[in-house]
């Protein structure tokens, strides 16, 4: 859960994180990022490897948001002020990441 006003910059950036990069490297962990419009939660899960939910959320510059990315072990949801913006489907736990938890702000 984190709070989120979209600055000048629209490329990829990581809201909240712990564990590696998707696709690319240390194959364990979380992600909560944005890019434009599109608001991303992935996880790495002992099932599946890495796996997203999210999609475009219509963000408006200098307004804030509340983001939040959930995984209940069966479904990868991502809410925006307190709305289900995105839903997937996938199994497995969290891979435990030994890296920091990193939190950027504005």
């Not at 992600?31 to 490897?49: D, H, K, P, Q, R």
Request: some cysteine; overall charge positive; proline content about 5%.
């Amino acid at each position: 859960m984190l709070v989120l006003s979209p600055g000048g910059c629209w490329k990829l950036r990581s809201i909240v994180k712990k564990g590696g990069t998707p696709l690319v490297s240390d194959n364990n962990g979380y992600t909560l990022e944005f890019n434009g419009n599109n608001i991303l939660f992935w996880i790495y899960s002992s099932n599946a490897g890495w796996r997203s939910s999210g999609g475009a959320v219509p963000l408006q510059f200098g307004q804030w948001y509340h983001v939040a990315g959930v995984y209940d072990g069966a479904h990868l949801m991502v809410y925006t002020n307190g709305q289900l913006a995105a839903s997937s489907s996938t199994s497995g736990r969290i891979v435990p990441s030994v890296n920091v938890l990193v939190l950027v702000g504005p």
